[in-house]
């Protein structure tokens, strides 16, 4: 039931700028607008070895492009970075050694890079669990639900974490709850 | 003797005009009461001595063995992670290793240098250790295009696909004599630092107790020859008796003082421990109020670098410093500081314990220090303000001065630059470059997931201790109120959705007690029925005060809450029009439940605190709680992403990509005395605020004074746009706002809104106005 629609209307012409390099079904990746020294309005690209900036956006007003106005969200999830990916592994190591508060330590980094990615979030949920802090655990569960947008794996992952974690800390109600959402995927 | 009779002619006088005939009975008289009190004397100075030796022998232990030195904790920024797609500018990236303290050079080949090449970087990073374990030197190759990293690579060192470089040092808490210093070991110290410490400043250390009288001939005899002091003759162990115990003043009691301290150390404690205690004691340097103590620090201050990973013509150059700090200073007398450092080498190379070409070698390198180290207290007092008040809650004061602490925080000193440059320059146009000063400013910046502050500003003058207006300035936040109104209606779907309409007309509320009270609109005119959309985006006053009235007060004051509101609220009608006084950081840290998916996330300034030997104090982690519906918060993100196109915040688009898919919302209260600007991106809330300390007017709008700080800051961030993953329970329409019903997209007034699930119209309109009323309303299936 979820629109396949991705950012409408954005984009257009915009694809000789590096600005719009957007990761796979993620959000547009903006560089700085104008030189890093300089004041504000009207924008002007005087850094000669700056990269071709999103300054150089036409100069039309909001107002004429609004005539279908164009809100900006998306259906699916954002991918993980390789760089955040090596560090959720790092941690995976980490926590089968049971070193779980360094596995979390690398995880928050891993957040840092990919602070949109469900797949942290579900890691850090598992490293809480695995540290019986459940209330945390359920947060970040709920977090990672949060952005896994139109993706049936990871949101049944998700959720049969959630039960997992429910069950554990005795919420058999919301448990079956969570398992009937990862059933009816 | 001698000299004492020689010394008394008058009391012989006297003896030989009143006692004439027992002249030579009384001379042996004398003799011989001279005699005893002598010897008395002498004996009470010798107790005398022994009590003062006892005592001194007290003070040298006692001092020597208990705690010697109060270390200051140091806090440091967040460390720069360099891997593919990092979001890095060349600028703040040059910025960054400089104020690291990186060589430019044309070739990285050692740790702390880094070669640029157009877009192309190689840098040597320097070991760091880390809480979660040692970050090893590596050589690194990558671009900056498009303000990212681009084809990272590891060319030496253990191969990782995410670096991490050492933090900047941001500042330090330190205890009131100002000595700052880095902790070594003897065990630290490079091969040749030893032999030529030694050889310069006490030849015999190994063979002398203390005192070394044949050096202090040896030096009298040099200074003599020289016309001048060339030499001194305290033995290492003297001076750093004189460092840890006496005062600077050169009296002959002092240096008897410290001839017997120095003895009485010697008698305590073996050579190692004595130097070890030197290395980390000896003066070596100032940087403002801060006086640079011991070798640890001092290879930092001068070469960027640790102790033991010391060159030999860097060791002997801080060998060299040790003589006069300030006359030798290598940064202010390169000449002379050369010339010493020489003269070092000379030394050690007589020893015979270097070989000569390595000297040779040495005596040809430049003096190598690095830029003085630009961090000082006086960098980011708002920032470390903050930092210390959350310390404050675990802490206690003496153990953050001496126990050297070591703090890490989430400020991003490259954002923080941008933060203060914008808030300045665009104060400096609002005034229109006139003298009246007056207007002032703060803003704050969070990562939005994460609810790390990266930058803080507490006032146009950001490098000014003063009063930090970004924490302490709590005014009225006026229209930043409304958000979380429209959020408590939204949260009732069989009442309200984005396009219900909502009548903006004036009226009057009376009180019980007969005051009445009528709320205007910002420009003093109504707008008759409005979908409740554009009543944000407009900021409508009257349609906001009736939804909020009819969700009630409480439960607006509810969300606030729980989304981290800490102050009671009162109350009142007046409320939703934000007559409620919030700090920026405060209102930073609502905003940040409303560009999550309703997640209340404290706001941090703070990753950890570890003990100098790297042990973990306190943890502060990544905390998330789901606090308001988040299908509700998806659909006021959709009206505040209206108020940047459409609304009060339509002018930030004239210097921002509309790529970044901002949402935001503009707050005035009355007369201009506040202006302020709080909205979001992917990646950052950003929260500003303009007025005047004595609360005057001002001819601001939120739109005119905050927002252009607020657009500044984040047009000159690379930054990830905003683009939320719809809820699972929201779905998008195309409705026709005006007929209440479905519509096509080829339609011209048609628009694509969220609903909640089963919130959606049910009628359908056709692009010429035609209505099919299907069913009948969502809310009358409900009862059937």
Known sequence: MMHKRLLPGLCLGMTLLAGCASGPGGSIYVPAGQSQDNAPPPPTANEPEAAPRASEQPQESPESKASKPAPSYQDESEAISPAAASLVQKADVMLAEGDTRAAISQLERAQRISPRSSKVYFKLAYAYKAENQLGKAEQFALKGLSLAGSDTGLQRTGWHMLADIRRASGNVAGAEQAEARAAAL | ?784
Request: net charge positive.
């Open chain 2, 1 to 784: 003797m001698r000299a004492m009779a020689k010394s008394s002619p008058k009391n012989r006088g006297r003896g030989n005009s009143k006692k004439k005939q027992r002249k030579s009975p009384a001379k042996q008289g004398f003799r011989t009461r001279f005699w005893r009190v002598f010897w008395r004397l002498g004996l009470v100075g010798l107790v005398v001595l022994a009590g003062w030796t006892v005592y001194l022998d007290a003070v040298v232990t006692s001092k020597f063995e208990g705690r010697r030195w109060e270390i200051p904790s140091r806090v440091y920024a967040r460390p720069l992670e360099l891997y593919d797609g990092a979001a890095v500018t060349t600028v703040g990236l040059s910025n960054e290793l400089s104020q690291l303290g990186y060589t430019p050079v044309r070739s990285a080949r050692e740790p702390g240098t880094y070669s640029r090449n157009g877009r192309t970087f190689e840098i040597y990073t320097r070991a760091f250790r880390f809480s979660d374990g040692e970050e090893p030197a590596r050589r690194l190759r990558f671009s900056v295009s498009g303000d990212r990293v681009q084809q990272f690579r590891v060319t030496a060192g253990p191969d990782s696909p995410v670096v991490r470089l050492e933090p900047i040092q941001i500042g330090g808490i330190y205890p009131a004599h100002k000595e700052d210093r880095i902790l070594i070991k003897l065990s630290d110290a490079p091969d040749s630092f030893v032999p030529a410490l030694l050889a310069t400043e006490d030849r015999d250390f190994y063979q002398h107790w203390g005192i070394a009288p044949l050096s202090i001939a040896r030096a009298m005899w040099a200074n003599v020859r020289a016309g001048h002091v060339v030499q001194g003759g305290s033995t290492l162990t003297q001076q750093l008796v004189k460092n840890l115990y006496l005062s600077r003043e050169q009296t002959l009691v002092r240096k008897g003082n410290e001839a017997i301290m120095a003895m009485l150390l010697e008698l305590h404690y073996d050579k190692p421990e004595i130097l070890q205690t030197y290395l980390n004691e000896v003066y070596l340097g100032q940087a403002g109020a801060r006086s640079i103590n011991g070798f640890g620090l001092a290879s930092q201050f001068y070469f960027g670098e640790s102790f033991s990973h010391l060159d030999l013509h860097e060791v002997a150059l801080l060998v060299a410093i040790i003589k006069g700090p300030s006359y030798y200073d290598p940064r202010r007398h390169p000449q002379r500081a050369l010339k010493r450092r020489n003269l070092v080498l000379d030394l050690l190379a007589q020893t015979g314990k270097v070989p000569a070409d390595k000297i040779a070698k040495a005596k040809q390198r430049g003096l190598d220090v690095v830029n003085k180290p630009s961090y000082s207290n006086a960098r980011y007092p708002a920032y470390l303000d903050l930092v210390r008040r959350h310390l404050a809650r675990e802490y206690k004061d003496e153990d953050l001065k001496s126990a050297g602490l070591r703090i890490f925080t989430t400020l991003n000193p490259e954002i923080q630059r941008i933060t203060e440059q914008s808030v300045r320059k665009t104060l400096d146009r609002l005034d229109g470059g006139g003298k009246d000063k007056t207007l002032e400013s703060a803003a704050v910046v969070t990562s939005r997931d994460s609810g790390e502050v990266l930058a803080l500003v507490g006032g146009r003058e950001p490098k000014f201790a003063g009063f930090n207006r970004a924490v302490d300035a709590r005014r009225p936040i006026g229209s930043l109120i409304k958000p979380f109104i429209y959020l408590t209606a939204l949260s009732h779907p069989d009442k309200y959705t984005l396009i219900t309409p909502i009548k903006d007309e004036p009226f009057t509320l009376v009180f019980d007690d007969g005051r009445r009270w009528s709320p205007e609109n910002y420009e003093h005119e109504s707008h008759g029925m409005v979908p409740l959309h554009r009543a944000l985006a407009k900021s409508y006053n009257l349609a906001t005060v009736r939804v909020g009235l009819d969700v009630g007060i409480d439960e607006v004051i509810d969300n606030l809450h729980k989304l981290g509101l800490n102050e009671p609220v009162q109350s009142y009608p007046s409320m939703l029009l934000g007559a409620i006084n919030l700090s920026p950081v405060e209102v930073a840290s609502m905003y940040q439940g409303l560009a999550t998916s309703g997640f209340n996330t404290p706001l941090r300034t703070i990753r950890e605190v570890m003990t100098s030997d790297g042990k973990i104090l306190s943890r502060y982690g990544l905390e998330v709680d789901q606090v308001v519906d988040p299908a509700a918060v998806h659909l006021v993100q959709y009206a505040m992403q209206e108020v940047m196109r459409e609304g009060t915040g339509r002018s930030a688009y004239r210097y921002l990509s509309s790529d970044l898919g901002l949402a935001g919302k503009t707050g005035t209260t009355n007369d201009g005395r506040d202006s302020w600007f709080a909205g979001f991106s992917g990646d950052l809330v950003t929260v500003a605020w303009v007025g005047r300390d004595d609360n005057g007017p001002t001819s601001l709008t939120g739109a005119t004074g905050a927002l252009p700080v607020w657009a500044n800051i984040m047009s000159r961030i690379p930054q990830y746009g905003f683009s939320p993953v719809v809820p699972t329970d929201v779905k998008y329409e195309w409705v026709d706002g005006q007929q209440q019903a479905l519509t096509s997209e080829s339609c011209d007034n048609a628009r694509f809104v969220p609903f909640i699930v089963g919130s959606e119209p049910k009628d359908t309109v056709n692009c010429s106005g035609d209505l099919t009323r299907r069913v009948r309303s969502w809310f009358e299936g409900l009862f059937e």
